[in-house]
Structure formats: structure tokens, C-alpha cells
């Protein structure tokens, strides 16, 4: 097998479907199972049985996948080490972001690019306990977690924003119940810190009314006129006109949602990797963020 094989075998054991994998990876169909078949006849084994549900793994097949994922991540370790004795910064650098991050953060990497030119970089965007689980797992250089996560590794604070109300004008608190919410679809923290703030306020549930997809769509509802909603200040910026109430929690502390950059301590090793660090300390992420916004 070589490197393209320990692809297929990675994306097809996660996709159980030889359609995606096929798309995913640029091949026919045809081809793809082809290639399937080689493997097995390489190793006298059958990898994968296909049926009307999908496709399952064998025994034999499941340990190649094993050996496909700690082929990968060796030559991700070879790359990283052979980029590290250049003298000059160089190398892949791996990054995975949360979706709010994703749209404000092409003018870092840009500044990034512009003094290290023989930099490239591989980003993923995810929900943030995705991304966590991502850098715990050394499949990624750093992580841009929203959220406060239990870290032992390398962490830097980038972001600080409060919990807020939002409205298309201004509403009484008291009157919340009674109104139109408009939710969107969060990752599992901050969807946590709405339902306790919730619950430290209102005996009966929100009367929601529509719900999206993505935070700047709901914004957008907001902007109509077609109800309320909470949401961390930094979406909400963008929409200056909009009215803003900073919410607190049971002992009127304000609620604030962390944004953190995560990283493993022998990662930082990697001259990359500890040059975007420190590059990341000297910028100030918070203020280039509201910038944008």
C-alpha cells in the first residue's frame, strides 16, 4: 500500500460510502473499487463487505485501517521533523478553527504568510469539541477552541465576549417568555451557558419560533424583526444597529464566552508551530477580531 491507499482506507472507513469517498478523493467510482480490490488481492484478504445499508468492515480490514492511520500520522511526523531542520520556516502548518473563526481569520494567516513565505497551511473548520479532540489527538498543530475545555497542554487566551441579548429593538427582559426566540444550532458549551442563564431566569421554556442553521443567519432574522435572540457579542457586531443587552448570570457576574488556542507542549519543538505562537502573542487577536466585526 502506499499513501494514497491509507487515504482510501481512512475516508472510506469513516464515510461507509464509496460515493463520498470517491468525490472526496477526485476518483470514479470504478477506480475506487478497483483500487479496493488490489489491496485486498495484495493482502489475500477481504476488506469490506457491501450491502443495501452500506459498507462494514472485516476484522482484516478494520486492522488495516489501524495501520493506514498510524502510517499517516508517521509521515505527518516525518514531514514536520524534515521541515523543522530547515533553516529558514517552512513546513504544513495544521490548524482547526471553529466556523466564527474560519471567516476572521484570512488576515492573520496572511500576515503570517507575507513574513514566512515558504509556509503553507492545512485548515479544518468544526465544532469546537471536534477541534479539542483534534489537537488531544495530535492530528492537528493547534486548535481555535470556543469554549472553556479542560487543557492540559500549551493554551493561550485570544477572545473575550459577553452573552447578549439581541433584538431588532429594545425588549424587557421579564417579557422574554412571551416573545419570539429565534435559535441556531451552537456547539454543546455554549448551548449550555443559553440554557443555564435560561433556567437561573424563567420557570416555563423559550416560545421559539424559528430555528437556523448558523449564527449569521439568525442574526439576519434578528435584523428582520422576526424575534429575539442570544448570542455571543462578536457575531453581533457587524449588525451595529441592532439592540444589545450583556446578560449576567445569578449573581450578576457577566456571562463571557473564551476563545483559546490550544496546542501540545512537544509541538511547540516544531519552529512552526513556536513561531506562529509567538507570532500570535504579539498580535492583539482580540482587537483585529472587533476590527472585522
Known amino acids: 500500500m502506499d499513501k494514497r491507499d491509507w487515504q482510501i482506507l481512512q475516508k472510506l472507513y469513516k464515510e461507509k460510502n464509496i460515493t463520498k469517498v470517491a468525490e472526496s478523493l477526485f476518483m470514479s467510482q470504478p ?3 478497483k483500487r479496493i ?12 463487505h457491501r450491502s ?5 468492515f472485516t476484522p482484516q480490514g478494520e486492522y488495516l485501517v489501524n495501520y493506514a492511520d498510524e502510517m499517516i500520522k508517521r509521515d505527518i511526523e516525518v514531514q514536520d521533523h524534515l521541515a523543522n531542520m530547515d533553516e529558514e520556516i517552512s513546513g504544513t502548518l495544521r490548524l482547526g478553527v471553529s466556523s466564527f473563526i474560519t471567516r476572521k481569520i484570512p488576515p492573520v494567516l ?3 504568510k507575507s513574513r514566512h513565505p515558504k509556509v503553507n497551511f492545512s485548515l479544518t473548520s468544526k465544532w469546537s469539541s471536534q477541534i479539542y ?12 477552541v470556543r469554549g472553556d475545555y479542560k487543557w492540559i497542554g500549551g493554551k493561550r487566551l485570544l477572545l473575550e465576549e459577553n452573552l447578549s ?6 425588549v424587557d427582559l421579564e417579557d422574554l417568555p412571551t416573545l419570539p426566540r429565534i435559535d441556531y444550532i451552537c456547539d454543546v458549551k455554549l448551548q449550555d451557558m443559553i440554557d443555564t442563564w435560561w433556567s437561573e431566569n424563567f420557570s416555563v421554556p423559550p416560545k421559539v419560533g424559528i430555528k437556523v ?8 432574522m ?19 444597529d441592532l439592540y444589545q443587552l450583556p446578560l449576567n448570570d445569578i449573581d450578576n457576574n457577566p456571562i463571557t464566552r473564551h476563545t483559546w488556542m490550544f496546542y501540545n507542549q512537544d509541538d511547540y519543538n516544531l519552529k512552526l508551530v513556536r513561531t506562529f505562537i509567538e507570532f500570535m502573542d504579539e498580535i492583539n487577536f482580540q482587537d483585529m477580531i472587533s476590527k472585522q466585526s
Do not use: W
Open 31 to 33: 477506480a475506487l473499487t
Open 37 to 48: 480490490q488490489q489491496i485486498e488481492a495484495e493482502y489475500k484478504v477481504t476488506i469490506v
Open 52 to 56: 443495501k445499508k452500506g459498507i462494514q
Open 110 to 112: 496572511k500576515e503570517f
Open 133 to 144: 479532540n483534534q489537537v488531544y489527538n495530535h492530528e492537528i498543530h493547534i486548535g481555535f
Open 165 to 170: 441579548l439581541v433584538s431588532h429593538s429594545k
Open 213 to 220: 442553521d448558523k449564527t449569521d443567519t439568525c442574526r439576519e
Open 222 to 240: 434578528v435584523a428582520h424583526d422576526l424575534g429575539y435572540a442570544i448570542m455571543p457579542s462578536l457575531v453581533i457586531k457587524s449588525k451595529g
